[in-house]
């Protein structure tokens, strides 16, 4: 994987923030995602390239023991709540403009909101012929919308001339939101490494909802999806797959969200007027 270049990419200033297990989470929603994506799109070809992180409970314990991925949230213009206890926190925590965020839902709402402003997609990940098939999936349901290109990167690391190669089909292509769909944290150390090298562009690391956005793989129903119990409908759909993971991730996150309340409750509060912490402050 290519060295990251931090520096190249920031977080949305107009957008405040919070910390769970040192992990930034954008306090937004859809409609704020989509008017951040215009803002970046606006100022032109020649800004830098950036990405967006979609985070869950999964992500945030996995970037506790890699510095690669907890680096890449902070390297992120935007890391939105994909899972629905990171926005039920960040409420907890005072960020009322905070919601949920999936990205299997931000593929079709991004594509809709940029179809009459010509924004130009590529797909890139899946197994072979999905990246194609999602986006014919979303010129069916979305009537105008601009495919730039498609790609299905080998599962294997990238040599030097492959990199060179790929990242210059998307810069040819005139992309401007490439759709990232190879899994965490896989996609977000992918992202950090190449938007640097994209100007003009913004990468979305949106896993599986390649799959489920072309019907390859069923989501939870919407009771469960309201409940936040998503990952029991996918446990007891892949549990030999599955269970070892939530049996890891459960515990440790609830863990690291009771240090995190814990910690907030008896920090110091600011002594001066206009003083803040973390919590509601930009990320920039």
Not at 26 to 54: C, D, K, N, Y
Not at 145 to 165: K, N
Not at 228 to 234: H, I, Q, S, V
């Amino acid at each position: 994987m290519p060295e990251r270049e931090p520096d190249s990419v920031a977080h949305d200033p107009t957008i405040p923030s919070f910390e769970i297990g040192g992990i930034p989470v954008s306090a937004t929603g859809m409609a704020g995602l989509v008017e951040a994506v215009g803002r970046r799109l606006a100022a032109g070809p020649a800004q830098p390239g950036s990405f967006v992180v979609f985070r869950d409970a999964h992500g945030v314990v996995r970037a506790q023991t890699d510095a690669a991925l907890r680096a890449a949230h902070h390297d992120a213009l935007l890391v939105c709540a994909d899972g629905r206890p990171l926005s039920w926190i960040g409420r907890w925590r005072g960020l009322s403009t905070l919601q949920q965020v999936p990205g299997i839902e931000a593929v079709e709402a991004v594509c809709r909101a940029g179809a009459a402003a010509g924004w130009r997609h590529y797909f890139l990940g899946g197994a072979e012929g999905v990246a194609d098939l999602l986006a014919t999936t979303m010129r069916a349901r979305i009537p105008g919308l601009r495919v730039a290109g498609v790609e299905t990167p080998p599962f294997r690391p990238l040599d030097t001339a492959e990199i060179e190669a790929m990242r210059a089909r998307i810069r040819e292509s005139g992309a401007q939101i490439v759709w990232v769909g190879l899994g965490t944290p896989k996609q977000e150390l992918f992202m950090a490494a190449h938007a640097p090298h994209l100007p003009g562009t913004i990468a979305m690391g949106v896993g599986a909802a390649f799959d489920v956005a072309t019907g390859r793989i069923p989501r939870a129903p919407r009771l469960l999806q309201i409940a936040g119990l998503e990952w029991a409908y996918r446990l007891a759909r892949e549990p030999r797959r599955l269970w070892r993971r939530y049996l890891d991730t459960i515990p440790r996150f609830l863990l690291i969200a009771a240090r995190d309340a814990l910690s907030a409750r008896t920090a110091p509060r600011p002594s001066a007027p206009g003083a803040s912490g973390r919590t509601g402050s930009s990320a920039a």
